[in-house]
């Protein structure tokens, strides 16, 4: 039933070249950045499916810019639920996404980024265990950069999304800050971290390559193809910057 389960959403850009992922240019192509991050979304999504195996979830993705439907319909799994944009700013957008799922009755929510491929099923399966659990709480995801990667609630806290420095090295310390406020139980994960620079890309580039590591196919393929027709950028993976 729809509330025994936690709807999953993907905070996500349709892949505009010169819109997204643009602090990966240069090492790639304004063209390239936006194929990265369609490559991206896929992974993330198939790391959603794969979690749903284990524990009660439904997919969605809540997609910028309006009018992108068809370019979301075509990248997601069947079965995944599109939320519109409402707020064109990062916190609002948050905001927005939790009230509208809680509000078509989940039992609780997961709102998780686009930047990160590889982000293992395991986190999102242990995020959804920890809300199934009785009381109220926020389960957060921290990223290696100061913010988060994943934010779980079955209530609507407005004040986790308030006065939030957002894409800065403070967002997740001040959440935890803004839970402990409000008298929130808060739930941390294992840290893991979002691919949005060059380091990052090289980060995930040597991960995805190590010890057979089989997640983020989509990408992996997409990283392979641009190294085997580029030297210098598979000089530049490997040495990490």
């Known amino acids: 039933m729809v509330e025994e389960a936690c709807a999953v959403a993907i905070m996500a850009k349709a892949s505009l070249a010169g819109e997204v992922k643009t602090r990966l240019v240069p090492p790639l192509s304004h063209a390239q950045a936006a194929e990265f991050n369609t490559c991206c979304i896929a992974d993330v999504a198939a ?5 749903a195996g ?11 810019p309006l009018g992108s439907e068809g370019f979301f319909r075509e990248v997601l799994p069947a079965g ?20 509208e799922l809680l509000a078509q009755g989940w039992g609780a929510v997961c709102l998780v980024n686009s930047d ?41 806290h407005l004040r986790l999304f308030d006065e939030i420095d957002w894409s800065t090295e403070r ?26 620079d060059a380091d990052s ?3 995930l580039w040597r991960q995805l390559r190590a010890d057979g590591d089989r997640r983020a196919p989509r990408t992996r393929a997409f990283l392979d193809g641009l190294v085997a ?6 000089r530049l993976f490997d040495g990490g910057g």
């Open 80 to 99: 995944f639920g599109l939320l519109p944009p409402r707020e064109p700013t990062l916190g609002k957008s948050l905001v927005h996404a939790v009230r």
């Open 229 to 234: 027709a580029d030297p210098g950028l598979r």
């Open 171 to 196: 967002v997740y310390r001040q959440t935890l800050a803004r839970a402990v406020e409000v008298g929130l139980d808060a739930v941390s994960l294992p840290e893991w971290y979002d691919v949005d």
């Open 54 to 64: 284990r524990v009660p979830i439904c997919g969605f993705a809540a997609y910028h």
């Open 47 to 51: 790391a959603i499916e794969d979690a």
């Open 201 to 203: 890309l090289a980060q």
């Open 116 to 156: 990160s491929p590889n982000l293992p099923s395991e986190l999102l399966a242990d995020a959804v265990r920890r809300l199934q659990q009785p009381g109220d709480r926020v389960v957060l995801g921290p990223a290696a950069d100061g913010g988060y990667y994943l934010i779980g609630l079955k209530r609507l």
